[in-house]
């Protein structure tokens, strides 16, 4: 007994109960890519699969739609591999178990891979019926979306006739989305030196800081913890004489960083100087980031008297430097749509050892010229400290079209639908309908989905009503002539 069976719309809920039984976390999604495949074989209808995954299938229009402009249904097979620490379930390579409690579908431990598997059994329902009136559907699905949109970037395109595209990977109902930024990743490597000491060593750790997603929470204040042991340090100076033997912060570039901890000696004399500049220093960040980010702290911990690398006086202040007068954060705000971060970078991850001072950012921007300003100032400050810089990762961003036939269309059946008006907006996280345009000329595209809660956490939810009538919209749109 299917887990879904009895809920509406079956046809849809069918596809997705058998997609979340097939292991599909980033770089691992062949056995989904090859699910979809034998999906068009069966049907005869045209696929292509390249060496990634990616895989295109196309259906014909249906009768009395021949002259309708064909349109891409898109999404992404990959999901985010989350669970709890106590589940088991090893997600390369076994299914998760889906649940229904009320409205929602959720997953047992685990992510669910609403997020994109949805897209994927919308596709692969229209495709699969005779009856759902539609022009030409050219169903795009590509890997690695959530590891750095790679699958849209290698992905060729050549056989897709249109030039419009439903992107089905938002997660909001009422909102679609409309444009979002451009990003690039840049890694900034700042050789060092390194001299042998001898002193106490002590550890200081960052603690309670939130963290977030560098797309999605940048405007809001929150400390990056990388940023604020380089501030430590620079606090410290005035204080205390002390030399670093190395640091690490962060866990990806598009992660605002919660976690950094580093290793310092003092001379033990001045260890109760050292105790009461933490106290203190917490004191001002615990005011300063009282809203924000509000159980921000450094955690000191002093260990035993030894002997070790450290870096040297000019590499020591290099890293003070690189961590405090880097940019990090909000650049500029939208004039044109107010809210909106036009520009904004995350030191997300950091490392100083005797191979250098290494950080690492996610560059954000709606403005092709602004993301680029704003690298070649970190290439600049790099090389000013005898570093290099390294880019990779990078995907254009996609403007809000002041004209779009596909959105007005989208709009109009949401009106008729709902009886309201959806909300239009333009994000600064990545989407991948920024480098799919770039790959058809004038393509119009619009992003829209059901409503979903806590992607990317074992926490996960799909609504199955909302499912039902995006469902329904979505016919809609294709049954518009
Ligand atoms: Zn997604």
Same mark, same amino acid.
């Given at each position: 007994m299917k887990v879904l069976s009895g809920y509406e719309p079956a046809e849809v809920l069918g596809f997705f109960e058998e997609i979340c039984g097939i292991p599909h976390i980033s770089y691992h999604e062949k056995a989904l890519s090859d699910y979809c495949v034998a999906f068009a074989k069966e049907r005869n209808l045209y696929y292509e699969q390249d060496e990634l995954g990616n895989v295109i299938i196309i259906g014909e229009a249906t009768e009395g739609y021949e002259d309708v402009e064909p349109i891409i249904i898109q999404g992404h097979l990959d999901m985010v591999g989350d669970k709890v620490p106590e589940c088991e379930i090893d997600m390369e390579r076994e299914s998760i178990r889906i649940m229904v409690d009320g409205d929602s579908i959720t997953a047992d431990g685990t992510t669910l891979g609403g997020d994109d598997g949805i897209a994927i059994a919308y596709g692969l329902a229209l495709l699969d019926s005779k009856e759902i009136p539609r022009p030409r559907l050219e169903l795009v699905l590509t890997v690695c979306e959530e590891v750095g949109l790679e699958g849209a970037t290698a992905i060729?395109?050549?056989?897709c006739r249109a030039k419009r595209l439903l992107n !089905?990977?938002?997660?909001?109902? *009422?909102v679609f989305t409309a444009g979002c930024a451009g990003g690039v990743r840049v890694d900034s490597l700042i050789p060092t030196d390194m001299v042998e000491k001898s002193g106490v060593i002590c550890e200081i750790k960052t603690t309670g800081f939130l963290g977030g997603h560098? *797309?999605?929470? !940048?405007?809001? *204040?929150r400390a990056n913890s990388n940023v604020m042991l380089g501030r430590f340090f620079l606090f410290l100076k005035d204080k205390v004489s002390f030399d670093i033997v190395g640091m690490a912060g962060g866990v990806k570039d598009n992660v605002i960083p919660k976690n950094a901890n580093a290793s310092f000696i003092v001379e033990e004399k001045d260890i109760e100087t050292l105790k009461n500049a933490v106290v203190e220093f917490n004191a001002v960040i615990s005011e300063e980031f009282a809203v924000a980010d509000p159980h921000v702290a450094l955690v000191l911990e002093v260990k035993d008297v030894s002997v070790c690398k450290v870096l040297s006086d000019v590499s020591k202040e290099k890293m003070i430097t690189a961590l405090n007068l880097m940019p990090n954060g909000v650049q500029t705000m939208s004039q044109d749509l107010p809210g909106l971060v036009e520009t904004s970078l995350n030191m997300g991850v950091v490392k100083v050892d005797e191979e250098g001072i290494s950080t690492s950012f996610a560059v954000r921007s709606s403005v092709a010229s602004a993301k680029d300003y704003l690298t070649s100032r970190l290439e600049q400050f790099t090389e000013m400290l005898g570093g290099t810089v390294n880019y990779h990762g990078d995907y254009p961003g996609w403007a809000y079209a002041r004209e779009s036939r596909l959105r007005d269309l989208c709009v109009k059946i949401y009106e008729r639908q709902y009886g309201e008006t959806p909300k239009v907006e333009v994000i600064h996280a990545g989407l991948e309908c920024g480098i799919l345009s770039s790959k058809i000329e004038g393509l119009d595209c619009i992003s829209i989905g059901p409503n979903m809660a806590d992607?990317?956490?074992?926490d996960e939810v799909i609504s199955i009503s909302s499912i039902a009538r995006v469902w329904e919209f979505i016919k809609a749109v294709l049954a518009e002539k």
């Open positions: 060729d395109l050549s056989c !089905i990977d938002s997660e909001d109902e *009422g560098s *797309g999605i929470e !940048i405007h809001k *204040g992607v990317h956490t074992p």
